[in-house]
């Protein structure tokens, strides 16, 4: 937990940005939807979402960010973390839902391709998944006002990406036997 703060800390000294606030949030996140799972673990969820944004410590990214962090994770043996770093942006585990730049080249798409292709996901990210997509920089927001937000700002937002997160949203409140929003409460409309 310490070391996956410092890297955040560290990360945030080489890129600052609102990048490290929303990572805060994932972890925050996914730490107290974790703690209600049978068979998920707080702490491990807690680091996980802190650190998958990481691969945007080395600048403005966007493709790029999610070959970084994992690539940067692995190589640190915290493969738990490279695994969430990587599938956070994936739900489909299709690169073609990937929304924003392919910033990367094409060998490393492929790359990017292979892992997901051999990944079998676990429950730690369809977690990251879903905490990934309910914070912002400055909070918690319903799923939806976030995946508008992403469509605002780009243009578009696959619908099977979106069917795929409202699906992540009920798998968990019925693990829970709780309302996502009463476990992770989103900000008050006053704060918008």
Same mark, same amino acid.
């Given at each position: ?41 707080? =702490?491990?969820? *807690?680091?996980?979402? /802190?650190?998958?944004? %990481?691969?945007?410590?080395? $600048?403005?990214?966007? +493709? ?58 676990? =429950?730690?990210? *369809?977690?990251?998944? /879903?905490?990934?997509? %309910?914070?912002?920089?400055? $909070?918690?927001?319903? +799923? ?49």
């Amino acid at each position: 937990m310490n070391e996956a703060r410092s890297l955040l800390e560290e990360g945030g000294r080489m890129n600052p940005g609102p990048w490290i606030r929303h990572s805060k949030y994932v972890a925050e996140a996914a730490g107290k939807i974790a703690a209600e799972c049978e068979g998920l673990d707080e =702490e491990t969820a *807690y680091i996980c979402g /802190l650190l998958h944004d %990481i691969g945007r410590r080395f $600048g403005v990214s966007y +493709l790029a960010h999610v070959y970084d962090g994992y690539t940067f994770l692995m190589e640190r043996g915290y493969e738990k973390a490279a695994r969430t770093a990587l599938s956070h942006s994936f739900n489909r585990k299709k690169m073609e839902d990937y929304i924003g730049k392919f910033d990367i080249s094409e060998e490393k798409q492929e790359e990017l391709k292979n892992l997901l292709d051999a990944m079998e996901y676990d =429950e730690y990210d *369809y977690l990251i998944q /879903l905490c990934d997509s %309910i914070a912002v920089a400055d $909070g918690i927001v319903s +799923l939806e006002e976030r995946m508008n937000d992403v469509k605002s700002r780009y243009g578009y937002y696959p619908q099977d990406k979106w069917d795929r997160n409202m699906a992540l949203k009920e798998y968990f409140e019925k693990k829970m036997g709780k309302d996502l929003y009463t476990v992770v409460p989103m900000k008050s409309t006053a704060e918008h």
